[in-house]
């Protein structure tokens, strides 16, 4: 697989897993959310595989890592909100964007 395709397929994976975390939230009653729930949901939802389930040098699975990071544009993109203590929770827009961006690397791009 060329760097663009790994590139690519990555995105993809990364996409279906953001797509599971504001799921997840879209489902709950409204208010914050414990965060690892939601990781967890986005983990069942699409289990890391190959590179994405080894650990990186900080020793923290590289797919939880990297999804970690991105919800981050998922805040910045009005999505979703994050409080102090470590609950989270899906916006209006998030819901839109649930339903208007179904395709994961698209998912991705948007949230950047």
């Known amino acids: 697989m060329s760097t663009a395709a790994e590139a690519r397929e990555a995105n993809r994976c990364l996409g279906i897993r953001m797509r599971a975390v504001?799921?997840?939230?879209?489902?709950q009653p409204d208010g914050f959310f414990d965060h690892r729930h939601a990781?967890?949901?986005a983990e069942r939802a699409f289990p890391p595989?190959?590179?994405e389930a080894t650990r990186n040098n900080s020793g923290r699975p590289r797919w939880l890592h990297s999804l970690q990071w991105?919800?981050?544009g998922m805040v910045k993109a009005g999505w979703m909100l994050k409080d102090n203590r470590g609950g989270w929770s899906i916006t209006p827009?998030?819901?839109e964007a649930l339903v208007a961006?179904?395709?994961?690397?698209?998912?991705v791009l948007e949230s950047r």
Request: aromatic content about 8%; cysteine-free; proline content about 8%.
């Open 22 to 27: 504001l799921d997840y939230l879209s489902r």
């Open 101 to 107: 961006i179904p395709d994961p690397e698209d998912f």
């Open 39 to 41: 990781l967890k949901e």
């Open 93 to 95: 827009a998030g819901r």
């Open 49 to 51: 595989s190959g590179r």
């Open 70 to 72: 991105n919800t981050t």
